[in-house]
């Protein structure tokens, strides 16, 4: 999970860890959530930049005056993304998605 905004809490959205596995303790060795205030960024409108791989997540904001990275666990490959906002109407004005080299 990753969130950004000026609600944005710590340890807010932690109580749902399907995150168990053998040999690492998912739990107390990474982060369950990332966040940011908005308030790092000027304006109210945003550039988003976002790039997956195979265990990584990361997000810019603004040309990276935010910038979040995750480690990421999935169980199967990445077929879909879901963008959500709370508490604001948000409006999506440009989306492209690029294949990223090998």
């Known amino acids: 999970l990753t969130d950004f905004g ?3 809490t710590p340890h807010e ?7 168990t596995g053998e040999g ?3 739990k107390n060795d990474f982060a369950l959530a990332t966040w940011a205030p ?3 960024c000027a304006g109210t409108t945003y550039k ?4 997956f791989d195979r265990s990584v997540a990361e997000l810019f904001v603004d040309e990276g005056r935010i910038a979040m990275t995750n ?3 999935p169980r199967r490959p990445y077929t879909a993304l879901s ?3 709370e508490g604001a109407t948000t409006e999506i ?4 998605l690029h294949r990223l080299g090998r």
């Open 48 to 51: 988003l930049r976002l790039f």
């Open 38 to 40: 908005l308030e790092l």
């Open 93 to 96: 004005k440009d989306a492209r």
């Open 24 to 26: 690492i303790n998912y």
């Open 71 to 73: 480690l990421v666990f």
């Open 6 to 8: 000026q609600l944005s």
């Open 13 to 19: 959205r932690e109580s749902m860890d399907w995150r």
């Open 83 to 85: 963008v959500f906002s």
